[in-house]
Each structure stands twice: as C-alpha cells, then as structure tokens.
C-alpha cells in the first residue's frame, strides 16, 4: 500500500493443532473442538481463525449499483488442523441466508464479525471440507481513523472501489480474513450490462449477458492473501497487451483518468520488466493497473492489479505497487507486526527506481531521512514491531527502507541485491518473518548483523 501523502486524492505463530490424532488414524469424537476464533495474532487477535487451512475460494456475486445490494455465495475449500465440531469465518455485515458444509445444512450463528459454522457432522482432522455461504445486503466498508480511512467494499456512483487491507474482505466475502492464510481464487461477478468487473488474475472465457446483466469471471490461480483480492466495478476503458518481457499487461481507467491509462500501461510493463531483473521472475500471470474515481487518498496493490483511488499515479507510487507483487503478495507477512517487510521493500524499491532512472541514488535519499533531527517522529516508531493502532505509521515505510540501504551499506551491493533475489526465490507463494530475514542476510554475508537491525527496527531513536 501507498498511502498518498502530497495530497493527491492523497502472528507470533499460527495457531497450534490442538491434541490431533496421528494423520493415519481417524479422529475419535472427543478430538473434535472448536476451531479458534482468531488465527493466533496477538496483535490483531479477531482477526483469522484457528482449525483450518483454506485451499481455495470460489466467490460469486451479484452488484446492483444503483441499490447498493450485493447477493454473494462463496464457497470455501479447507483442510482442517485438528478435528472440528465448529469453526469460524470472518465476515462483516449482510444477511446470512444458508449455510452448508460438504453439502449437508450446517447451523450458524453470528457475533460481531465472526460468522460461527456448526457442521452436521464433526471434521476429522487433516479432512478436507467445503463450506457454503449465502447471504445479501448492502456492503458496509470498513474504517480506520488514525491513518488510513476508509477500506473494504466501498460503494461508487457507478459500482465500486475494493480495497482490503489490512481487514476489509471481510466486508464482502467470508473468509479467514489474515494474511497468514492465503489460497488461489475463482470470481464470478455480474453487474448491470455496460459495468466492468475487474478481479486479480486473468479473466476466464468472455463476459456473457442474460438479461440485461453481464457476468465476469476471473481466476487468480496463485495464492493470495484475502486482503489483496478486489471486485473493483464501474465505466472503465482498458488498455490489454503484454510487456516486452511477454506478460500480460492491463491497465484499467475511470473515464475520468482516461488521460493516464496509457502511461499506466506502458509504465507498469516498463517497471514490471525492471523489477525482474532486480527481484527475480516476476511471480503472477499479469500485470497492470486500475484507476478508479473513488479518493481513497491511497493505492493498494491488489494482486496482478494495483488499485489508486481518485488521482494520476506517478511513476514512483507505480513503482512502490509493483515491487508489492514480490514483497507483500508472493512473499507474504505470517503476522501484522513485520508489516516492515512488505511498506520498507516497497519504499525502498522506490529508491531503487528513482536511482535506475538517474534521478537520485538511494543513498542520497537514505541520507535526506538521516539528517532529521534526533526528535523526529519517525525515530520514535521503530517499525519492526508494526503497531495495530497505526499500522500505517510513515516509519514503517521510510525507516524500513533505511533499514534496507543500512544493510546494503554494510554487506555491499553484490551480497545485497543477491540477497533481494535469494527472499523472494525462497519464500516465493509463502510466508515470512523479520527473524529469518535477519538470518538469511547473515547467513549470505557472513556477518553478525544482530546490532545493525536493531538500531534500525526495534530502537526508539535515530540510529547513528
């Protein structure tokens, strides 16, 4: 995520399995628990749920702009980590119409927003399971007062603006709502004829209109973290092609910024090429942008397609999305806290650009941040331990890529962008935590860093 700050438009662990039985044997009914109803995120203890691993969604919904009415079935494919008599789902908001689980009625109940799912026969544990959701209303987007504002599902005039993060699919889709658990997704979406739907990946046959109503599928065949999907909805012109490294290129613009899709286009094929040069293959089947006219004040960068909201991006804020699609989306955080690890990469990758393009090296702008006096706000957060409360703090961003160059600095460019390359080779679809960057960094340079990350992370004040 970029938050736009010139005024454009501007887990310690997953939760363990609880006395599983030996995944030969069949569990006993007195294996059967509860599935937690958080993921294990101190931080963000609402957030997930324990039991279960989702495989796959398959999200089908039905948008009425003019009424702001959304039908939804989803339907989730998990495998359970310890034998359930109940489990989870997050989801904010609608009406719950049914429920089943492999087929069969299942009772529910809501509290707040956990979704509770009784299924009418125990799951064993290491079974696999589908679960069902039906439900309808009118989506109700998400709000963060310290930085961030507004986020999840967010109605427009002529559809909608979805962008997610940290905890916003919630607000359109049941899910285990933490970037912990990540699965491929299917999206079927129909609107009123003449509206876009625009969802990650790559779009799966041609729309097909009955009625008056057209429907759009898409299939994002990597896995995903749930905040990162989209249905972003409403009048788009398109840009389709491929980069000149051969992957598909789309860019999408309101008609209101139409005048920046084709910078978009060429721009996000340029910078995605780049990076792959610097960060190793690029991750996904496409690549690409969406422009809407919502002011969110930030972009997102929704798997294979960055969201702005409301203003013309420039090329550093596309620079930042697009290092995301390594640093955030295929490389994924296990816990909100290392948050550092997707905003520092990013930010840094903005340097990175701007250094490629001659404009300034990154240590000239390492050393801009490091002349700010000692009681700066931005020594004060050290952003290896991202705070829930303000989760976006610039810290995260800015002194996470010092954290970055400080390193580069200290083992030299050879080890270091081997090292950028070796993270997002190892960790490619998976998860991480700042420890085993640290032990990556010390292991591929041969020093004893220890000292250097935690002035730079954990220290409330400006390192030397």
Not at 163 to 187: L, Q
Not at 193 to 201: D, W
Request: glycine share 10%; net charge neutral.
């Amino acid at each position: 995520m970029h938050v736009n700050r010139r005024g454009m438009a501007v887990v310690a662990a997953l939760v363990s399995a609880l006395a599983c039985a030996p995944a030969d044997e069949p569990s006993s009914a007195n294996d059967h628990l509860p599935g937690a109803p958080g993921i294990g995120d101190t931080d963000f203890p609402k957030d997930g749920n324990g039991g279960y691993d989702v495989t796959h969604y398959a999200i089908a919904i039905d948008y009425t702009p003019a009424s702001k009415q959304l039908v939804g079935v989803t339907t989730i494919t998990a495998g359970a980590t310890h034998g359930l008599s109940s489990f989870n789902l997050d989801l904010s908001g609608f009406t719950v119409r049914s429920v089943t689980v492999n087929d069969a009625p299942a009772t529910f109940s809501r509290q707040g927003d956990e979704l509770t799912v009784r299924p009418a026969r125990p799951i064993d544990n290491h079974a696999t399971f589908t679960v069902k959701v039906s439900y309808a209303g009118v989506p109700k987007p998400a709000g963060d007062g310290s930085n961030l504002g507004t986020y999840g599902f967010m109605p427009t005039p002529d559809g909608a603006f979805v962008a997610a993060e940290p905890n916003g699919a919630k607000t359109w889709f049941p899910a285990n709502d933490h970037p912990a658990d990540k699965a491929p997704f299917d999206f079927s979406i129909t609107v009123p004829a003449g509206v876009t739907a625009l969802a990650n990946g790559e779009m799966v046959g041609q729309p097909t209109t009955v009625g008056g109503r057209t429907t759009y599928r898409w299939r994002e065949r990597h896995p995903m973290v749930t905040y990162l999907a989209t249905a972003t909805l409403g009048k788009f012109e398109l840009r389709q092609g491929s980069t000149p490294g051969g992957i598909p290129n789309l860019a999408a613009a309101d008609p209101r910024f139409t005048t920046s899709i084709d910078r978009l286009y060429a721009t996000s094929a340029t910078i995605t090429d780049y990076w792959a040069t610097v960060f190793g293959p690029y991750p996904f089947g496409s690549t690409g942008g969406v422009v809407d006219d919502y002011a969110a004040g930030y972009a997102l960068e929704s798997q294979t397609k960055p969201l702005y909201g409301g203003f013309h991006p420039d090329e550093t804020i596309i620079a930042h999305e697009l290092a995301h699609q390594w640093f955030g989306n295929s490389v994924s955080i296990k816990r909100w806290r290392d948050l550092w690890l997707n905003e520092g990469f990013a930010t840094y990758a903005e340097w990175l650009w701007a250094e490629h393009k001659g404009t300034k090296t990154a240590e000239a702008t390492f050393k801009d941040f490091h002349r700010r006096r000692a009681g700066d706000p931005i020594w004060k957060y050290p952003p290896g331990r991202a705070r829930a409360e303000d989760l976006f703090n610039q810290a995260v961003y800015s002194r996470g890529a010092m954290t970055l160059h400080a390193l580069r600095r200290a083992v030299g460019d050879q080890t270091f962008f081997a090292l950028l390359k070796r993270w997002a080779a190892d960790h490619r679809y998976g998860h991480v935590t700042t420890d085993q960057f640290i032990g990556l960094a010390e292991q591929m340079s041969g020093k004893e860093l220890s000292a250097l990350f935690d002035a730079w992370l954990f220290q409330p004040r400006r390192p030397q």
